[in-house]
């Protein structure tokens, strides 16, 4: 087990009130990690989590398990868990900024899965999960609008599951294709970090997208960011795509992980002094399409 | 809340792409009955109209996980499946938060035939039942009411064998006179939904407890239609066992 893992429920149990960067020293370093969600291990041509652990440990030095609360968590993910291996909490399937979405029923289902993978920190992407209710059919994946009022109406909702779980929650940044809002996506996330007062998942690919989107070079926004408060980033491969005259990226999890998104990588590493984890989301491709990616963020991080 | 209207406005647009054109046309008319500002229009007509359709499978993938809940309907249903995206009964659920699985369930309800209604009717209360929450707060005491995993249907005779033909594949019959009671309940623990017909007493007896109402009232009712007083009591603990009433 984790050194860390152990005090972090009894540490916000005990502490609710801490700030974050009070609370932060009790979050374990879990280094290079990587990715999953339920079947996608058994996937054709999918990484084999457990052969990557064997033959490279030190690029699997977690597991980030992609969780909606209706599928649980399937037998790849329960294998490494047996194990007593590291793990974090992606949310699938919770929106944040809407209050209805805090049904007694999805956390107790939260703290049950928790409790049985017990994750470092809960962490996933803070956009729209699902359209209206949790239920079939209704999935899909849209950044928040990017307003002040959404980013406290989302900012009181990662409160309140860090305070019903008893775990930190690390807001990730959403892929998109359209962004709507008055405020850069860095400003946006600046104010929920703030009035949430916790840690961020940057996910640099999404944020390579929404910079090219909004026609900025890959780090504009990123001298204001408080970037002490990223404790985990995600790198993953995209692809340029043309719809009509509409030129956009597609969040994909290819190996191939774009220049601008390595641009954004390697500023964050160096930036960011309390960085934990970095996930490769490379999940969907065999071991050895990945290796390279997963050597240049070892080189990144010093490994 | 004007984020969470503006975002179901764009979850509309990924569905539908008639909306999109009209709302590209003329905004404020095609928003109007949205709670948008005219700040939130422009964002939205500033966005290229190309990127609502980066992801031009996405209405049919969404429409196909709906239809595995209807096959029966779908099968009767003709073309008014693929109107769904473009129906009043969508664009209102999403703007309520409601459930997709309903909204398709009304509108295809409104298929020409006189198949598609019952069907969508009954295949919807399957739906509502596999999505109720595992455990319903329990009646007052000396009360009973029908649990949410349960619901009871009066629809024209004939239509729990039609639907019964359509989803092994078959020719249906056509529907007769009168009206048939069906019990839809999930049963535990799988989850797995079951229909039966319920002779009328019952679904009476299941219909008044659709709110909550006093055993004593229940009994009565059972009465009513033709069951001792013994029996009244014993039907009721019967249904209460099999986690029908609560």
């Known amino acids: 087990m984790s050194p860390g893992r152990a005090t972090i429920q009894p540490m916000l149990a005990n502490r609710p009130s801490a700030s974050f960067l009070d609370r932060l020293p009790h979050l374990p370093r879990l280094g290079l990690g990587v990715s999953t969600e339920f079947g996608a291990a058994q996937a054709p041509g999918a990484l084999d ?22 599928k649980g968590i399937d037998a790849d993910a329960r294998a490494w868990t047996a ?14 900024d809407e209050p209805e979405d805090f049904d007694a029923e999805w956390l107790d289902d939260v703290r049950r899965i928790a409790a049985e993978i017990r994750p470092a920190w809960l962490c996933g992407d803070a956009g729209m999960w699902h359209l209206g209710r949790r239920e079939r059919g209704h999935m899909l994946l849209l950044p928040p609008i990017l307003t002040e009022t959404a980013a406290d109406a989302m900012a009181d909702g990662i409160a309140c599951l860090r305070a019903e779980v008893g775990l930190e929650v690390l807001p990730e940044n959403p892929p998109g294709a359209a962004y709507l809002g008055d405020l850069h996506l860095l400003d946006f996330f600046a104010r929920v970090l703030e009035r949430a007062d916790t840690g961020m998942l940057l996910d640099c690919a999404h944020l390579a997208i929404f910079q090219r989107l909004r026609g900025l070079p890959p780090t504009a926004g990123l001298d204001a960011f408080p970037l002490e408060r990223v404790v985990e980033i995600h790198v993953a491969g995209g692809s340029e795509r043309r719809h009509e005259a509409f030129a956009w990226v597609e969040d994909d999890h290819s190996p191939e992980v774009l220049a601008d998104t390595w641009t954004i990588v390697e500023q964050v590493i160096a930036r960011a002094p309390n960085l934990r984890a970095v996930v490769y989301e490379c999940e969907r491709n065999p071991l050895d399409a990945c290796l390279p990616g997963f050597g240049r963020l070892a080189t990144l991080l010093g490994g | 809340m004007s984020h969470l209207a503006l975002r179901r406005v764009m979850i509309r647009m990924l569905h539908d792409p008639l909306l999109v054109e009209a709302i590209y046309a003329d905004p404020v008319r095609a928003l109007a009955g949205d709670e948008v500002t005219a700040i939130e229009r422009a964002w939205l007509i500033a966005t ?24 029966a309907t779908a099968r009767v249903a003709g073309e008014q499946v693929a109107t769904f995206f473009a129906s009043s009964q969508f664009h209102r659920t999403v703007r309520e938060r409601g459930s997709l699985a309903q909204a398709l369930g009304e509108h295809l309800a409104g298929a020409a035939g006189s198949l598609a209604a019952p069907l969508a009717r009954l295949e919807a209360a399957i739906a509502r039942v596999r ?7 329990p009646a007052p005491p000396g009360s009973l009411r029908l649990n949410p995993h349960a619901a009871v249907l009066e629809l024209p005779r004939g239509s729990l064998a039609a639907f019964t033909a359509l989803r092994h594949g078959e020719v249906p019959s056509g529907l007769g006179a009168g009206v048939e009671g069906l019990l839809v309940l999930r049963q535990p623990p799988d989850g797995e939904v079951t229909v ?12 008044a407890a659709e709110r909550t109402a006093a055993r004593g009232v229940l009994e009565v009712l059972a009465r009513e239609h033709g069951a001792d007083p013994g029996e009244a009591a014993s039907i009721l603990d019967g249904l209460v066992r099999d986690a029908v009433l609560g």
């Open chain 2, 131 to 137: 999505r109720a929450p595992r455990a319903a707060p």
């Open chain 1, 83 to 96: 194990r007593g291996l590291p793990t974090t909490y992606h949310y699938l399937d919770i929106n944040l």
């Open chain 1, 49 to 70: 989590l457990a052969v990557l652990r064997e033959r490279h440990p030190a690029y699997a030095g977690f597991l980030e398990i992609g969780i909606e609360t209706a």
């Open chain 2, 48 to 71: 290229p109209r190309a990127a609502w359709g980066t992801d031009p499978e996405r209405p049919a993938r969404v429409l196909a996980a709906l239809l595995a809940e209807y096959p």
């Open chain 2, 196 to 207: 039966e017909e319920v002779p009328e007493g019952l679904a009476a007896l299941l219909h």
